[in-house]
């Protein structure tokens, strides 16, 4: 639970590549008991500031519907 709160995207990581590594530490954790939203914040603000430039292509992400958010940061990081 501590990494996934604590999550922050790597030095020369892609967005694909932290985006999977976010998914891998939920599913470690199956009992986080965070909602949709909580997973896309906590993401969202592990990311570097060019990747959020990225993904704010998409639209602002932390106003987005949970599931929105979720297909826009999939999309980008399958496009990265």
Request: aromatic share 12%; charged share 25%.
């Amino acid at each position: 639970m501590e990494e996934i709160n604590n999550f922050q995207q790597e030095a020369d990581e892609s967005l694909f590549r932290a985006w999977e590594r976010f998914k891998e530490l939920l599913m470690k954790c199956p009992q986080h008991y965070l909602t949709d939203m909580q997973e896309v914040i906590l993401f969202y603000n592990g990311l570097n500031v060019p990747t959020r430039q990225i993904l704010y292509s998409k639209g602002a992400i932390p106003s987005k519907t949970d599931a929105d958010a979720k297909i826009a940061i999939q999309e980008m990081a399958e496009y990265s």
